[in-house]
């Protein structure tokens, strides 16, 4: 006889009620949180970002000394945005080429960040790398307002060189410069090796808040342009799949992988209830006796294997007498003695006596108990 193994309706709502109120709980406290913070911008030198790598810090001293500040996430929201004034670019790679051609030519005042070769071709083709160091308090030790004004600034990065003669290059870190800035007919190029000290946490430290203000508060509006992997001017092809991911489906896919691993671990430490299968093959009475008793006397287990045979015995007895399952001792002993015209304490003695000492005792035990059953058997 089998028993069914195969969770029904009922068993499975009992076993996943309580994860599924715990996701559901989990579910609600994140959508609390997320509209009692309302509309926030984050990310790396974005002007809303109150982060520590944000800008909001710089943007407001901008916005206070009258600079009217447009941000920007998009190649088509730069391009619109961008007429004449100043635009900082945060990420120059990130920019088609052909794009960051045209907003050099549409604004007075162009600072890239950290710009590779191909931004460099395209902005300031007389500019080149040469290579990058560690971001430090650096010294001007040259005549660009900015950095005099400023003096010592949290810069370094990306190392720059020019053959431009004209050309005005700052901030020399091992003899490159990593500030170079350049003017021709149509306005004026500035190559930052990074922009650490635009950053909320360094704002405050050196010179960088009026190092800041001063160079991209040139004009009266700046156009603050923090491209984007999302923006579709870039080529899809040619990005990695998970930059088409966005940050916050990222973010939801670790929070249930965790959740999934947590739920994993604790329904593991659960033992389900013993079952029951039929023997895969048919093993005879004879084999199995013999199994239990080479376990009984491997372990001297000598009193428990009398009281199973007299067990065993009782059973039959009664069945064959015609007594109750419950019948006790005095019932069976009587009954017992009287069809076999055994004393009654003998018949005690070998249903209902102490254990054997020894083995000895034992197979004399059994080969009593079969003579009391043959005896009942023949009466």
């Known amino acids: 006889m089998s028993t069914a193994v195969s969770p029904d309706l009922r068993r499975i709502w009992r076993g996943a009620r309580v994860p599924l109120a715990l996701l559901l709980l989990i579910v609600i406290i994140a959508l609390a949180i997320v509209l009692s913070r309302g509309k926030q911008t984050s990310g790396e030198f974005d002007p809303g970002s109150y982060e520590p790598r944000g800008s909001h810090a710089l943007a407001h001293l901008l916005e206070q000394q009258g600079v009217q500040i447009r941000a920007a996430h998009s190649l088509a929201e730069a391009r619109e945005a961008a007429d004449s004034g100043t635009l900082l670019i945060t990420n120059p790679q990130l920019v088609p080429a052909n794009g960051l051609a045209d907003l050099r030519r549409r604004v007075a005042h162009l600072v890239l960040v950290a710009p590779g070769s191909t931004a460099l071709d395209m902005a300031a083709p007389t500019v080149s790398s040469a290579g990058a160091g560690d971001i430090r308090t650096l010294q001007p030790d040259c005549t660009v307002g900015a950095a005099v004004s400023a003096g010592s600034v949290t810069l370094g990065g990306r190392h720059y060189r020019t053959d431009d003669k004209t050309a005005r290059a700052c901030y020399r870190d091992g003899g490159e410069p990593t500030f170079v800035q350049l003017a021709d007919r149509t306005g ?192």
């Open 188 to 379: 004026t190029v500035t190559v930052l090796g990074s922009a650490e000290a635009f950053t909320n946490d360094q704002i405050a430290k050196e010179g960088n808040a009026a190092f800041g203000m001063r160079l991209l508060g040139d004009h009266r509006q700046l156009i603050w342009y923090v491209p984007s992997t999302e923006d579709p001017a870039l080529d899809s092809e040619k990005k990695p799949f998970v930059d088409l991911i966005p940050p916050g489906w990222r973010y939801g896919a670790l929070t249930v992988g965790i959740a999934i691993v947590l739920f994993a671990l604790w329904r593991a430490r659960r033992l389900g209830p013993v079952v029951r299968e039929p023997l895969p093959v048919v093993v005879r009475s004879a084999e199995t006796a013999e199994g239990r008793a080479r376990l009984y006397r491997r372990g001297g287990a000598t009193g428990h294997a009398a009281e199973t045979l007299r067990e065993a015995a009782r059973t039959r007895l009664r069945k064959r007498l015609g007594l109750p399952r419950d019948a006790g001792p005095p019932a069976v002993v009587e009954t017992v003695s009287a069809r076999t015209g055994r004393a009654p304490n003998e018949v005690g003695a070998v249903l209902y006596g102490p254990s054997p000492s020894d083995e000895a005792a034992l197979v004399r035990l059994a080969d009593e108990l079969d003579a009391v059953e043959r005896e009942v058997e023949r009466s």
